[in-house]
């Protein structure tokens, strides 16, 4: 019989392979390649394909949950105000209680107790700005680092000459331009953080770990390795 596990629910498969790493930088004990040999207690992450069926899922993987904590992670895109508001209406009608009117700004925490599960909810980057996980990751960027403003500064410059992604889509052009520069050019989101070109213990990764960390009752990680990798 397969183990049960609580589930962290994510966009996408880039999301996925990040938000992994960057737990596994802050000393969660994610085994490489066998979620089964990772302690029960650390969520499954699993990939939504996109952020519209996220949304759509969230009332069946309540229902579904079997008494199992389950956490969604997405993007706020133009408005974290205006998710929210898609976000609740589903909590609510999976009677999720005391729901707040605004998001918290350190992620939702609640409980179905028609369904006896405790539920989470946190918008890419903080919960109050719009924007996507490649929002997220800039904060984690050293300030140090003149590389960024550089790509800012020629992204910007190429949008407009005439490239041709759409001004939503500036951030994450913005980043993959920066990460073209790295030791080695061109890794995905996941595989960057592994290579440690993002710091995972800026002040916005921390809020976000604490959130985890609150959902599913993940008290000390001081004792964990943060050099396990997941597959």
């Known amino acids: 019989m397969a183990e049960k596990r609580p589930k962290l629910i994510v966009e996408g498969k880039d999301d996925r392979h990040t938000v992994i790493h960057f737990l596994i930088r802050n000393g969660f004990p994610y085994s490489k390649g066998a979620l089964s040999l990772s302690p029960s207690y650390l969520p499954e992450v699993i ?17 579904t949950s079997a008494a199992q904590i389950v956490g969604f992670v997405l993007d706020a895109d133009a408005s974290a105000a205006d998710r929210w508001k898609e976000v609740r209406h589903k909590l609510e009608a999976v009677r999720v209680a005391d729901l707040p009117i605004q998001v918290p700004s350190n992620g939702f925490i609640g409980r179905s107790e028609q369904y006896r599960t405790i539920v989470g909810v946190w918008i890419m980057p903080n919960n109050q700005d719009p924007g996507a996980i490649e ?15 550089h790509a800012i500064h020629s992204t910007q410059d190429a949008r407009a000459k005439g490239a041709r992604f759409p001004d939503a889509q500036l951030e994450k052009a913005t980043l993959h331009t920066w990460l073209a520069w790295q030791e080695e050019p061109g ?22 770990v604490n959130w985890v960390r609150s959902l599913y009752k993940i008290q000390d990680l001081s004792s964990q390795t943060t050099s396990a990798e997941t597959g």
């Open 47 to 63: 990939e939504a394909e996109g952020v519209e069926n996220l949304i759509v899922s969230i009332e069946t993987r309540i229902m």
């Open 135 to 149: 929002d997220f990751l800039k904060t984690l960027i050293p300030e140090a680092d003149a590389l960024l403003d």
């Open 187 to 208: 890794l995905t989101y996941g595989l960057a953080m592994r290579a440690r070109y993002f710091q995972h213990d800026r002040s916005q990764g921390a809020s976000f």
